[in-house]
């Protein structure tokens, strides 16, 4: 179990849904969790609830100049974990070239604007914890889904860079691949979601992963094994099972 007292975390994406259950977990363990999004007011009503220290800064994950103005702002930190998302269902053949270029921007974009403004001082002393939010989307091609999945898949990669290079220093990275969770962005969906996690259920595995040593967790477990075990099928049995026809 890792000791969070007096541990100072950013969370980028934590006005609601995810992002503020993990905030609450983080507080309750004696934390000090620094809140980040673009809606003040959410923020600061979370701020005001949580049992630990905490402040607002507030940040627009798409704008690298805002993202770098808020880690000037904060400071030296021990830990950032960036949940900032956006997402719209969508099909190759309706494509939206607004919303695909947000979830790319926002999803992907987002977090490596994120762990460019924190990474350099981390690297320096030699102690620093970034943690990233991926998908079970992003593990292999689904329909319906090709903006997300295909920024979350960016993200999964990011972090799997990261570790490589970082996994023998005093610098830990980890990601966290959820599967669906009851949030206004999967309210837009129109299909049964099986496994559905409530925010607090999804914030538990993703601190229980940050108490830990692993570099990755993706969960629900059993509805995982599909994904995982996705990528060693062939593609006529793997789109097979997730065809839509329209």
């Given amino acids: 179990m890792r000791n969070w007292t007096r541990k100072r975390y950013w969370l980028i994406g934590a006005s609601e849904g995810l992002g503020a259950a993990l905030a609450r977990k983080l507080s309750k363990a004696g934390a000090e969790v620094i809140l980040s999004a673009r809606s003040k007011d959410k923020l600061e009503a979370l701020s005001a609830d949580l049992p630990g220290k905490s402040s607002v800064v507030t940040c627009d994950a798409a704008d690298r100049a805002s993202v770098e103005a808020a880690a000037a702002e904060i400071g030296e930190i021990d830990g ?11 099909k190759a053949q309706q494509w939206n070239a607004e919303e695909v270029e947000a979830m790319c921007d926002v999803n992907f974009t987002g977090a490596a604007r994120a762990v460019g403004a924190v990474i ?3 690297v ?3 102690a620093g914890h970034i943690v ?3 998908s079970l989307s992003g593990f292999r ?4 889904a090709t903006g997300y999945g295909a920024s979350k898949a960016g993200v999964m990669w990011l972090a799997e860079g990261m570790y490589a290079d970082l996994r023998h220093t005093g610098v830990k990275v980890q990601i966290a691949n959820p599967g669906f969770i009851k949030t206004r962005l999967t309210d837009k969906n129109d299909f049964d979601m099986p496994f559905l996690m409530t925010p607090e259920d999804a914030a538990s595995h993703m601190f229980d992963l940050m108490n830990g040593d692993g ?3 993706s969960f629900p477990t059993v509805f995982s094994w599909l994904f995982r075990g996705g990528q060693f099928l062939p ?3 793997w789109y097979g099972l997730f065809a839509r026809k329209g």
């Fill in 235 to 237: 593609d006529w049995l």
């Fill in 124 to 126: 320096e002393r030699d």
């Fill in 215 to 217: 570099f990755k967790s």
């Fill in 132 to 134: 990233l939010t991926g």
């Fill in 120 to 122: 350099g001082g981390m």
């Fill in 141 to 144: 091609g689904l329909p319906g």
């Fill in 80 to 90: 950032m974990v960036y949940l900032a998302g956006v997402y719209w269902p969508q």
